[in-house]
């Protein structure tokens, strides 16, 4: 295998990886030695500092990794920022209206709360990192329950879950919750 095909390797291996890779790691995973991955790296780290590139080879914390360029990062921030601009649908807010009020719960219980399949909008909540996985419910099939993250709560500026608005706050006096019940039985 050549020098470039190594390099490929090395490149490769670093760029999947979420922590710093060690030259031992990727001793095991190219089987050469670690000379031969060190010339890589070497290579490679002089690729990046000549090249007009987004990333740089950055040896840390016992390892490797590749970095986007410090010089880079106001891009970086702007993207993420028009990123996470991305609004909540209304399936999605109404979703995670139902895991603040009833956490730990678990997305059995949120369809049946909403009434409609709410998988992909627990999934699509999840990776945005508002809910996350809490623990197992104790009865039968053993459920993962969900709860609110603390990016939830600094995304709409609560210290903490107690600082949530009470529902009661939101619900109509009796009179005009049974006007309504009357209104709906008479259009029937």
């Excluded at 010339?39 to 007009?52: G, P, R």
């Excluded at 590139?53 to 880079?72: I, W």
């Amino acid at each position: 295998m050549s020098e470039f095909e190594l390099c490929a390797i090395v490149e490769a291996i670093l760029f999947v990886a979420t922590e710093p890779v060690t030259v031992d790691q990727l001793c095991r995973a190219s089987r050469y030695d670690p000379s031969q991955i060190r010339d890589a790296i070497d290579t490679l780290t002089q690729k990046y500092d000549d090249s007009v590139s987004g990333v740089e080879l950055v040896e840390v914390a016992g390892g490797f990794r590749l970095y986007t360029k410090p010089t880079l990062n106001e891009y970086l921030k702007n993207f993420s920022d028009d990123v996470n601009e991305s609004k909540l649908s209304g399936a999605a807010l109404e979703t995670l209206a139902i895991v603040a009020y009833q956490q730990p719960i678990s997305r059995g219980a949120v369809s049946t709360i909403r009434g409609v399949n709410s998988d992909a909008v627990m999934r699509l909540l999840g990776v945005k990192g508002y809910i996350a996985s809490v623990g197992r419910d104790s009865g039968p099939g053993s459920a993962v329950l969900f709860g609110t993250t603390t990016l939830f709560l600094e995304k709409i500026g609560l210290g903490s879950l107690g600082d949530l608005p009470h529902l009661a706050d939101f619900t109509p006096p009796i009179e005009i919750a049974e006007a309504f019940e009357v209104t709906l039985r008479e259009e029937a």
